[in-house]
DNA sequence: TTAATAGTGTCTCTAAGACATTATGTG
DNA sequence: CACATAATGTCTTAGAGACACTATTAA
């Protein structure tokens, strides 16, 4: 076999939380070209020295720019070819990740900027498309398993966990069945102390089940 | 940004068809080393010049190597690693492939030698672990798409049919129920007149629709 | 007419949507 | 006590499994 010339290879990242304009994706303003000055997607070139694994990658880019260790990470899917990058035949393996919106600031986190997924506009490279994807991933297991669930902070009531599902499959939900739907999961568990608000009843507190996490690994 | 060590790019591919002994899938003789001599998936390197995609460089190999066009391709998974091949650091895009059985000869289907999905050998690299993750989409995908279908030739009854999905599921079907979900599904249609039968009331023969194919598209 | 497979009908049980009702805190 | 949101209960409908039943050909 004669020495073969390899693509780029690198990693893209569509990182969602939940922000005041409703779901939205980090992005980063690109510091050099291609498409320098504009916001795009985070995401890096795998290092052969340092990752064991492009899932490596992709923490480690994630930890660089945002700052902090995402609550969520699977693979999504590979974006490749000779035209989705100027610099030539590229092949990337692109990563859906949530982060709760409690550790943003000012829908800012990291050097990563939180758009509302609604109107986003015309982004680099095929990196629309690539939202796109992640949506649809992300839209279709909140309808079988409590992912939403970690778009929030770790303590939650019923409500803030029926509206985070509302946000994202962007239409209103049936209480009752929502109750009954999230209950036979069997996914989260009730936690002592109640959030108390207004003038009203106040809500039970609920975590997620320590193996919750566990559940959301029929991945693939 | 200094010049960048790239891993090895690769594809391998995980296609199945319907024998004798059931759900099989593709292996091939490993012409060199690393693993000379063993059954392994079929797979192959990017090349930049020459394909425009990954998915390009899957045709091109199964093409190669099976001879023949395939009748179903999607995105499978990426695996990546250090460790997971020999020769260094290494990206494969992992495809899933079916081919009905009537074009295989003998088990065999140019260079594939197709075995039974039940008591595989130990393979090299990593490719158990794909098989087990492409067995996992196909059976899921089966449960609400026309999918197996696809391992049947062009004209096919309802009972055969419905053994394929019981050959991919490994249990059997409720018949009611099973042709009650196909129907909804519309996505088979009668082919006037053309009937089968043995000693016994003929079967109707049916084929899919023109626009099945795109049905299951919601590949990601 | 019988063997053998093709195909339909019906009963029951479960899950989900719609929506009415009850519960419990604060001002 | 009134208000507001939390939480539960009930009615109805749709879909799925189980299985009995009818249909149609060749030998």
Known sequence: MPEQEFPIATIDA????????????????????????????PGGYVRVEEDRTTDDTARRVLTDKAGVTVRYLEQLYT????SRDPRGWS?????????PPNVLRDGKLGCLEFVSVDGLPT???????????????L???????????????????FGELQEAYEQILGHRL???????KIRELDLIEVIEGRKRGGRHRPAQLYRLK?????AFDRTI
Chains 1, 2 share one sequence.
Request: hydrophobic letters at 45%.
């Open 210 to 214: 320590s193996d919750a996490l566990e």
């Open 91 to 99: 092949i990337s393996v692109v990563y859906f990740a949530l982060i």
């Open 139 to 157: 839209r279709d297991k909140s309808t079988y398993s409590t992912l939403p669930a970690l778009l929030l902070p770790v303590e939650f009531t």
């Open 14 to 41: 569509a990182l969602f939380s939940l922000t005041e304009r409703g779901l939205s994706v980090g992005l980063l303003e690109r510091e050099r070209d291609p498409f320098g000055g504009q916001l795009a997607l």
């Open 174 to 180: 049936d209480l009752s069945s929502f109750r009954r």
């Open 79 to 82: 974006f490749s070819g000779k």
């Open 123 to 137: 982004l680099p490279f095929d990196h629309n498309e690539i939202i796109e994807t992640a949506l649809r991933r």
